[in-house]
């Protein structure tokens, strides 16, 4: 999905329509349907219609609704907040928008998208609250749909808890501390306690709740914390619920190269957003640096989220980071992700341990085989666990050879795979033999992850690439 697939052609606001007219146009259905719409707000609703049909006029009478029975006239229009020409006749309705536009009033066309200087929503009421479901015109049942379903999810008592947050917000101001703490107070008040008295229709129990949480919040100091968060391998949907609240709730957002910018979006939108580019060949800070600069965050009181690519505690040095806290007296918390092994194997449906081939799994980094002496994890290998081998394409020659100098056998199945876990993830897959191959592969700009073992060969290669054949052709156009 490229970046203007997810760009609207509108701009979603809310209209301040309190106390002001919105003029609708028209006698039948389509000017029911705008005038039941506009009832949900306390705009003056006047309604132009010189012969409304029979149920359109009792609901006007009923509701006590100023109607204007003339004939459209350009003047009309003047001093409304909105427009809306609903009368079915496609000529007269683009008179009335052109007649609002050369007032600079927004007006909207029924069923003439070119007409409408704004849309129309389907709307699901709980008063303050109000949730608003648009299409762009393109889709009025698909948002009537939407509308059901968030009806349905929305308890009835919301507008009461809104209500009843109103009425605290004064005193919020006044006593809570802009950031971290009021945001945690609002999130306590909207899903704790108050909220279940609310829904309860215990409106007393939930004042006095409220005002427990607020001498409580307003009497705690703020002291700093950092998240260390598990961002798993790039795709927004594997992201944990736990890291998402978070990094809804937090000051400031540090994260390095490999967690993919819609990651990093789904953040508070206002969060400070630090880029610390962790990867080959772009260091744009030391991991001392990188430590400093967490601390720093927290004696300064905010809530840190430090977004590691997969899982914090495998290969994202978070024992360097953790250390620097605890030595500055900094609190922290570890929230894992789901580590690109895991998400790789997952691509290729392949079991990482075996019943009767493989009983063990080795998370290891390419980087470990460039030594003089094996790692004691490849005599593992050697027996027949599975190995995870979190490594660039450039060291894919020296994990293979290593291996079968130390005996893994040559025909022993791997599978390959760059950006694990994500939409555009390439999956591989072939022998040891073949792996070195890997290294001519200049296209594999993402991170690759290779898992060896005899387990392998369960993996689904339906989906897959085999890697020998493509080595062969560029091997051969390189001799050339």
Known sequence: ?????????????????????????????EAYAKVRLLKNTEARIVAYA?????????????????QIAEAFDP???????????ATGEGALDRKIVAAARAARIPANAVDQPDYCDFYTPALVNRAPIAVAIGTEGVGPVLAQ?????IDRLLPRSLGKLGRLANSYRRAVDRLVPRGAPRRLFWRDFFKGTVADHVESDEISLARREATRLLKGVAADRLEGRVFLVGAGPGAED????????????CDAIVYDALVPREVVDMGRRDAERIPVSKRKGCHSKSQSEINALLVELGQAGKRVVRLKSGDPLI????????AALRDAGIAYEIVPGVTSALAAAADFELPLTLRGVSSSLVFTTGHDLQGNVLPDWATLALSGATVAVYMGRTVAASVAERLMAGG?????????????????????????????????????????????GDAVAGADFSRSEPLGARVTAELETQRI
């Open 1 to 29: 999905m490229t970046q203007q697939d997810k760009q609207l052609s509108v701009f979603p606001a809310f209209f301040k329509v309190e106390g002001e007219v919105a003029a609708v146009f028209g006698n039948g259905d």
């Open 50 to 66: 010189d012969a409304p049909e029979a149920d359109y006029a009792a609901y006007l009478a009923a509701n006590a609704i100023f």
């Open 75 to 85: 003047a009309q229009v003047e001093g409304a907040r909105l427009v809306f020409a």
């Open 145 to 149: 749909m939407i509308r059901a379903d």
């Open 238 to 249: 594997l992201l944990t619920l736990r890291a998402h609240r978070l990094m809804m709730e």
């Open 315 to 322: 290969f994202g040095r978070a024992g360097e980071e953790m």
């Open 408 to 452: 893994l056998a040559e025909d022993t199945t791997v599978a390959v795979v760059e950006n694990a876990g994500r939409r555009d993830s390439r999956l591989l897959h072939g022998t040891l033999k073949e792996l070195p191959g890997l290294e001519v592969r200049t296209e594999l700009t993402g991170p690759v992850m290779v898992i060896i």
